[in-house]
């Protein structure tokens, strides 16, 4: 039933696309719930954070009206974005996709970096392969980042280089085991509860612990991964933000 729901939620919208397109008075009105419930992850101006920059206007879940309507409405499985159809309803997902559709007009300033040397830093002097990956190059610790530069906008590209503790992605808390026997271990989360923790370290090693079994596990909400402001040049971090930005997937 509630699929159901969603397809004619779908096909009624992309009937009022077509038939009346979008005027201001829509993208105003769909402003005013983008701030209250979409900005804290995509920016007020709609440029990015936590979530994809949207003035882009080119979107992984498709470039249509209907697509971003099914976006908003369903949420996309797998990631942070929730579905907001029932909460919303078909007329102000509407408006919503009009304000999307307006801000989308702008044009984002380029990165002032070098990809290509980016690259060799990403790979090199930075060791970033150690812990993400690309494709199929590079190691799954952190944040999987083939298509980074689709979903992240320059500001949180350069934040998350420069201070990677400052907006953690939910899921890569630091985890510390301290055994019985003195030895702490500490790696990024995979998963815990009040009761264990399983976690993976700075070498790849997986580790599951019971509370009951350890002398303490406790989670912080920080980044493993050290400050580049502090390991790169101010030139060299841009080239690097530039390489991450470039980063779109296939």
Not at 15 to 22: E, F, K, L, S
Not at 27 to 44: D, L, N, Q, T, W
Not at 91 to 114: F, K, M
Not at 222 to 247: I, N, T
Request: proline fraction near 6%; hydrophobic fraction near 30%.
């Amino acid at each position: 039933m509630k699929g159901a729901i969603f397809f004619a939620a779908a096909l009624c919208a992309a009937n009022a696309y077509a038939q009346t397109g979008c005027t201001p008075r829509d993208a105003e009105a769909g402003r005013g719930i983008f701030r209250i419930y979409c900005s804290p992850c995509h920016g007020v101006k709609a440029t990015g954070g936590r979530g994809p920059d949207l003035t882009l206007g080119a979107y992984s879940a498709g470039n249509r009206d209907e697509d971003l309507h099914r976006v908003i409405t369903e949420g996309v499985p797998g990631s942070e974005m929730p579905g907001f159809g029932e909460r919303f309803g078909n007329d102000n997902v509407r408006t919503l996709v009009c304000h999307i559709r307006a801000v989308a007009q702008q044009t984002a300033p380029p990165p002032t970096g070098n990809k290509q040397n980016g690259e060799k830093l990403f790979w090199g002097k930075g060791a970033c392969g150690n812990c993400h990956q690309v494709g199929m190059k590079g190691r799954p610790l952190g944040p999987e980042l083939t298509h980074v530069g689709r979903r992240r906008s320059l500001a949180y590209l350069r934040d998350s280089v420069a201070d990677p503790s400052k907006d953690l992605t939910p899921g890569f808390a630091t985890i510390t085991a301290e055994l019985r026997d003195g030895r702490k271990i500490t790696g990024v989360q995979r998963s815990y509860d009040s009761f264990s923790a399983q976690f993976v370290d700075l070498q790849g090693g997986y580790h599951s612990y019971q509370r009951d079994d350890v002398g303490s596990l406790k989670r912080e909400f920080r980044s493993v991964m050290p400050s580049y402001a502090k390991l790169l040049s101010a030139p060299e971090l841009d080239d690097v933000v530039a390489y991450l930005y470039s980063l779109r997937g296939n």
